[in-house]
């Protein structure tokens, strides 16, 4: 995953079986929360990851917690 200066555009290189893939997205308005704290590789959780997209921080302290479906009888 990498981010310009800005802060505003997003690009996600994705490996699958034979070939990459490259995500893309840029914000209109605003900038990622991207983590400025350390110069080494940071590995993301997927919910970590959608917070990312979302414009929120990696660090949520008031996240909501995980849902999981149920099957009500």
Request: net charge positive; glycine share 4%.
């Amino acid at each position: 995953m990498f981010c310009n200066r800005d802060r505003n555009k997003l690009k996600i290189l994705y490996w699958e079986h034979n070939g990459f893939w490259l995500f893309y997205r840029r914000l209109k308005r605003g900038t990622f929360q991207w983590p400025t704290d350390s110069t080494d590789p940071v590995t993301v959780s997927n919910r970590e990851l959608r917070w990312l997209l979302d414009g929120l921080s990696l660090s949520q302290r008031q996240a909501h917690l995980q849902v999981t479906a149920q099957t009500v009888i």
